[in-house]
C-alpha cells in the first residue's frame, strides 16, 4: 500500500467506530468499564439496564446475556449473532444504534443508545390511541425505517408496539426508534425465504402462522397491525390465547373491518395505507418502498424546516471536513458518535432525511450533489466543481460503499466547532486511555478504532502516532491530544454561526 491516497482511505476506515465490529473480549470486569443503574426492561433472554461509560460518562443502554442460557440451543445463538450483525450494519435515524459489544466468560454485553422515553406499547395503554396526524407521524418514522431495512436486505421479524421507543418521554414529541432486532436476519445471499415460527402472536403474518415459507413482507403486516392499533386503540385480530388469535386471523375475510364507531372519523387514506399492508397474499400486499409514498403519510404537514442559516452551517460543516486530518476525523466521528446534542442531530436528521429523495434511508452521489447545491442555496464558497464534489463524497463515505448513511453524514456534517470542547475532548481522552494512566499509548488507541483490516498493516499506526506524538515518547498525552484536535478546528470556526451551540436547551447526551 504505497499510494498515498489508498493509504488514507485505509486510515480513514478504520478510524470511524461503527467499523468496530464483533464481541471484544473484557479484559477485566465490565464495572470497569460500565456503571450499571436501574432495568430498564426485561427481555426473553436477559435484561436491559440503564448504564453509564466510567471513563467516557456516556449513558448508554446495556442488554445482559447469560451465555448459559442461549447456548444450549444452537438457533438462540444463531439468532444473537444475527441480531448483532444486523445491527452494527444500520445505520438510521429510526433504528436503535449500538455502541460496542462486549464479552466474559459468563455474559454478552450490547452496549447501545439509550432511548429515554420508553415504549410505545405503554404510550398507547396510556393514551388509548392517537389522533391519525400523531398516529401518521409515528408510522411514517417506521416505514422509512423498514424501507431502510428492506432496502440492505434485513427483515426485523418481530415489529410491535413493544420493540418501537419513544426518544423522549414528551407527550409532543413523537420520535420513534425500531429496537430489538433479535429475530431479524439477512434475506439476500441465504434462502430468499423464511420458514421458522418467530414473533409475536398478534403481529405475526398469516403466510407464518400457515407454516408457508415467508420473505420481507412479514414485517410490512406487522406495520399494518401497529398502524390500526394506533388509530383505534385495539388489535386487529383478537383472541385470549395464541391459538384464539390465529383462528381470528385465518377467519378473517379478504377486507379488513373497520366497522366500529371510532374509525369513522378516520380518512380513507389511512383505512387504505392499513389494508395496503394488511393484505393476506404477501405477493399482492405492499412493499415499504411503496408505502413510503403512500398518500397518507404524504398529508402529514411538513412543517419542520431548516433555516438559512442552518443550512449553510451544515453546508460549511461537510466542507470542513475534507481537511481534517485522519486522526482528526476519527477522533470527532467517535465524538459525534456518543456527544452530539440533541438539538445539533436534530437539525442534522432533518437535513439528512431532506436530501434522501428516494427515502432509502442513505445518500446516493447524485443526492448528496444536490442536497449540498440546496444547502448552498445562492451561496457560491459553498459550491462544487464536479471533482469538487466527488471528493466531497469520497470524503464523506467512509466505508466506500458509494453511499453516505446516517452516521458517516451526522459525523461530517456536525458542528465540529461545538464538538471539539474541552469537556468532549477530555471525555474521549478518558475513554482512550483505558488503563486511567493519563496517557494514550498505541496499544490503548488501537482498543478504541482497531478493525480487523488494521490488523494486517501495523504501520498505520506508526502515522497515526506521527502526528500526534509531538515529542516522540511514544505516547499520547491530553496536551498533545486537544492541541491536534483543537487546531485546525477551532481557528476555521471563526466564521461559525453557530453562537448557541445546543439550541440553548440543556445539554443533553445523543
Ligand atoms: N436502547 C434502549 N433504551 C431504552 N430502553 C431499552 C433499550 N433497549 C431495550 N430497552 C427496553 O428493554 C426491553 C427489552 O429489550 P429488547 O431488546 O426488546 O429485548 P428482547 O429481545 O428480550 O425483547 C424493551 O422492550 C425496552 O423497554
Ligand atoms: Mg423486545
Not at 116 to 138: C, D, H, M, P, W
Amino acid at each position: 500500500m504505497n499510494d498515498p491516497t489508498r493509504r488514507q482511505e485505509a486510515i480513514q476506515r478504520l478510524l470511524s467506530f461503527k467499523d468496530v465490529k464483533g464481541f471484544k473480549k473484557l479484559d477485566g470486569d465490565i464495572h470497569q468499564h460500565y456503571r450499571f443503574f436501574r432495568q430498564l426492561g426485561k427481555g426473553s433472554f436477559g435484561e436491559v439496564l440503564l448504564g453509564e461509560h466510567v471513563r467516557g460518562r456516556v449513558q448508554c443502554a446495556i442488554k445482559v446475556i447469560r451465555k448459559k442460557g442461549i447456548e444450549k440451543h444452537q438457533i438462540l445463538v444463531n439468532l444473537m449473532h444475527n441480531e448483532l450483525k444486523v445491527l452494527e450494519e444500520a445505520s438510521h435515524p429510526n433504528i436503535m444504534r449500538i455502541f460496542e459489544l462486549l464479552e466474559d466468560a459468563e455474559r454478552y454485553y450490547i452496549v447501545s443508545e439509550y432511548i429515554r422515553g420508553g415504549e410505545l406499547y405503554q404510550r398507547i395503554v396510556n393514551l388509548k390511541s392517537f389522533t391519525e396526524q400523531k398516529a401518521a407521524e409515528i408510522v411514517s418514522q417506521l416505514v422509512l425505517a423498514v424501507n431502510y431495512m428492506h432496502q440492505n436486505d434485513i427483515m426485523h421479524r418481530d415489529i410491535k408496539a413493544e420493540n418501537i421507543l419513544l426518544e423522549s418521554k414528551d407527550p409532543e414529541d413523537l420520535r420513534v426508534k425500531i429496537t430489538d432486532f433479535g429475530f431479524a436476519c439477512f434475506f439476500k445471499g441465504e434462502r430468499q425465504n423464511k420458514n421458522e415460527v418467530l414473533g409475536s402472536p398478534l403481529y405475526m403474518a398469516p403466510e407464518i402462522i400457515a407454516n408457508q415459507p415467508y420473505d420481507a413482507k412479514v414485517d410490512i403486516w406487522s406495520l399494518g397491525v401497529v398502524t390500526y392499533i394506533l388509530l383505534s386503540g385495539r388489535p386487529p385480530f383478537k383472541g385470549k390465547s395464541r391459538a384464539e388469535i390465529f383462528e381470528s386471523i385465518k377467519a378473517s375475510g379478504e377486507s379488513i373491518d373497520f366497522s366500529g364507531s371510532w374509525w369513522g372519523p378516520i380518512s380513507k387514506d389511512a383505512k387504505d395505507f392499513i389494508s395496503k399492508a394488511l393484505e393476506k397474499d404477501p405477493k399482492k400486499r405492499a412493499s415499504a418502498g411503496e408505502l413510503v409514498n403512500h398518500q397518507w403519510l404524504a398529508n402529514i404537514e411538513q412543517d419542520q424546516s431548516l433555516t438559512k442559516r442552518t443550512q449553510l452551517e451544515i453546508a460549511e460543516s461537510l466542507q470542513e471536513f475534507r481537511s481534517f486530518s485522519i486522526f482528526q476525523s476519527g477522533v470527532l466521528s467517535f465524538i459525534a458518535n456518543t456527544k452530539a446534542s440533541a438539538y445539533d442531530l436534530e437539525q442534522l436528521k432533518l437535513s439528512f432525511l431532506q436530501m434522501d429523495v428516494n427515502k432509502d434511508g442513505r445518500l446516493s452521489f447524485e443526492e448528496v450533489k444536490s442536497g449540498v447545491d440546496k444547502l448552498a442555496g445562492s451561496n457560491i464558497s459553498f459550491r462544487y466543481s464536479k471533482t469538487g464534489y466527488l471528493s466531497l463524497m469520497h470524503s464523506i463515505d467512509k466505508d466506500r460503499n458509494g453511499f453516505v448513511d446516517y452516521q458517516e453524514f451526522i459525523s461530517a456534517a456536525i458542528s465540529k466547532a461545538s464538538l471539539a470542547n474541552r469537556e468532549n475532548l477530555a471525555s474521549a481522552f478518558r475513554t482512550f486511555d483505558r488503563d486511567q494512566s493519563g496517557l494514550i499509548s498505541v496499544e490503548e488507541l488501537k482498543c478504541v478504532f482497531e478493525s480487523a483490516e488494521s490488523k494486517k498493516d501495523a504501520g498505520l499506526w506508526v502515522e497515526i502516532m506521527r502526528e500526534v506524538d509531538k515529542n516522540g515518547d511514544n505516547m499520547i498525552s491530553f496536551e498533545e491530544f486537544a492541541e491536534v484536535m483543537q487546531n485546525k478546528i477551532i481557528a476555521q470556526s471563526h466564521v461559525s454561526t453557530r453562537t448557541q451551540t445546543n439550541g440553548g436547551s440543556p445539554r443533553v447526551i445523543y
